[in-house]
């Protein structure tokens, strides 16, 4: 089935040590959105992609960085990770439909 | 920029009852309109959407929801609810053709007892 993967599932870093967050999608969308929620929040942008193009959110810390190698794959880095940062992290991607989103099932991150 | 409230943050239900989940927000132009469900522990499902034509939607597993222009609302609607309904529900804006941004409420969490 065609689909949008994260991976890990789960992911524990410490303290201003660098992470990757990875998703993949086999949809061949052009669009590629990086969400984060918080507890009992709604899902926040971070940035997205289309095809190559970056669009970075005003409110998105320098701390956030994205890079899209090719169509499938994007990631995303948190350069110092600090314990603010402990969330679920998103991926979705959308197609012709520009509106319409597929979501991956999410990387918990935890900062130790 | 656009914004949307959802004001029930957590509502329980007794399974077979009638379910109303409201959703306005805040746009003075054209929108796009969605909602999405999130299961225990899975990943966000479109449930529907709105883009234009009849103001009343259906959804997959018997929901459906109305767009209310003159009330900015958008609320989702079941007439019998199950125990396998229990989730988060996310409703969720776009704004103007070709702008990719979705919007999220802050989501409300539905517990149905059995």
């Known amino acids: 089935d065609a689909m949008v993967i994260q991976n890990p599932r789960y992911q524990v870093t410490q303290f201003g040590k660098p992470v990757t967050l990875s998703c993949s999608q086999t949809?061949?969308?052009?669009?590629m959105y990086w969400y984060q929620q918080k507890s009992s929040q709604a899902p926040k942008l971070l940035f997205h992609?289309?095809?190559?193009?970056?669009?970075n959110e005003a409110d998105t810390p320098d701390n956030f960085q994205s890079r899209r190698p090719n169509t499938s794959f994007c990631f995303l880095d948190i350069r110092s990770p600090g314990l603010g940062d402990a969330a679920m992290y998103l991926c979705?991607?959308?197609?012709?439909?520009?509106?319409?989103?597929?979501f991956g099932p999410g990387t918990r991150l935890t900062v130790t | 920029a656009q914004s949307v409230s959802q004001h029930n943050h957590h509502v329980i239900l007794s399974e077979a009852a009638s379910l109303e989940l409201g959703c306005n927000y805040s746009?003075?132009?054209?929108?796009?309109l969605f909602w999405y469900v999130q299961y225990p522990g899975q990943h966000l499902q479109l449930l529907l959407k709105?883009?234009?034509?009849?103001?009343l939607v259906k959804g997959i597993k018997g929901f459906e929801a109305e767009f209310i222009k003159s009330k900015f609302s958008f609320n989702l609607r079941k007439p019998s609810v199950q125990w396998s309904d229990t989730a988060e529900y996310f409703c969720a804006v776009t704004v103007n053709f070709g702008n990719e941004k979705l919007t999220f409420g802050t989501g409300t969490r539905l517990t149905i007892i059995p």
């Open positions: 979705a991607t959308s197609g012709d439909s520009l509106w319409e989103q597929y």
């Open positions: 746009y003075g132009g054209t929108v796009n």
């Open positions: 949809l061949n969308h052009n669009v």
């Open positions: 992609y289309y095809d190559k193009d970056f669009n």
């Open positions: 709105y883009f234009s034509g009849d103001p």
